[in-house]
């Protein structure tokens, strides 16, 4: 007998409208099994917004969107909160540290900040894997960029997450800073077990992933002219009906 495993990330209809502002459509995706997914496309198109729907930052207007086997329309106020803190982990530079606060006091904060016991074994292990060990005492202010890129993904990385989501990872970033982001991603999907989902417009970024892991290259289009155009169209079939 075959027992279909649910797949990691799907949506369907999934539609987010910003108050006042955009109305952004994306088509319907479901990833493969063991796979990673690259969200790829223009500037403006939608990446960050399907990253933060895909966070439980931002709540879809319409459509289902399942994470790790959870609706998360299902989930209400601090249960997105609770799920995130133990389901995703969030690869971002503009998420800071604490400059004043050293390495391993900065990979404390998740747990505290969830009210959780510091799992000190777990730290542990995540600073191993990156090669942190000699930065532990060092405060955040005074890691170079490449320490940085580090510490940012083991805090990502120490709850264990079954997804990692990493948007435009290599933004702002000269070519050698950028393989080496990629090269640090790829390795925490591999040891940790985690899906990675990365956002890029970046086509040189698409390939070195694809180089390095199995992914799933999603290519997001603008389809809110199509749904207006339909709807336009609609309404006018409606209208020239005789009533
Ligand atoms: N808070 C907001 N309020 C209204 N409109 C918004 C808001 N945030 C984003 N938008 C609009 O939604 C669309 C998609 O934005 P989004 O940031 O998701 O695109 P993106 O592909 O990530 O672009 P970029 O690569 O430039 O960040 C854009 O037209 C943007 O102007």
Request: some cysteine.
């Amino acid at each position: 007998m075959t027992v279909l495993s649910e797949p990691m990330i799907a949506w369907h209809s999934l539609r987010h409208a910003y108050p006042g502002g955009a109305l952004l459509y994306f088509d319907d995706f479901v990833l493969a099994p063991r796979h990673h997914l690259l969200v790829h496309g223009p500037s403006g198109v939608g990446k960050s917004t399907l990253l933060n729907l895909m966070a439980g930052l931002l709540r879809p207007s319409d459509g289902q969107l399942r994470l790790a086997g959870v609706e998360l329309g299902q989930l209400q106020g601090a249960a997105v909160d609770r799920w995130r803190g133990s389901q995703l982990g969030l690869v971002s530079q503009r998420l800071h540290l604490s400059p004043s606060l050293n390495v391993l006091e900065n990979l404390r904060l998740p747990f505290l900040a969830a009210g959780l016991p510091v799992d000190k074994e777990r730290i542990g292990l995540v600073v191993t894997s990156l090669g942190l060990e000699g930065l532990a005492k060092r405060r955040a202010a005074q890691l170079n960029q490449g320490q940085l890129q580090r510490v940012i993904l083991a805090r990502a990385l120490l709850r264990g997450p079954r997804i990692l989501l990493a948007d435009e990872p290599t933004a702002n970033l000269d070519e050698e800073a950028s393989e080496r982001m990629i090269g640090l991603l790829c390795q925490a999907a591999s040891e940790h077990h985690v899906t990675l989902v990365v956002t890029t417009h970046d086509a040189r970024v698409v390939q070195r992933f694809q180089a390095l892991l199995p992914v799933q290259l999603h290519r997001l289009r603008n389809l809110g002219w199509l749904a207006s155009g339909l709807t336009a169209g609609l309404s006018t079939v409606l209208g020239g009906q005789p009533g």
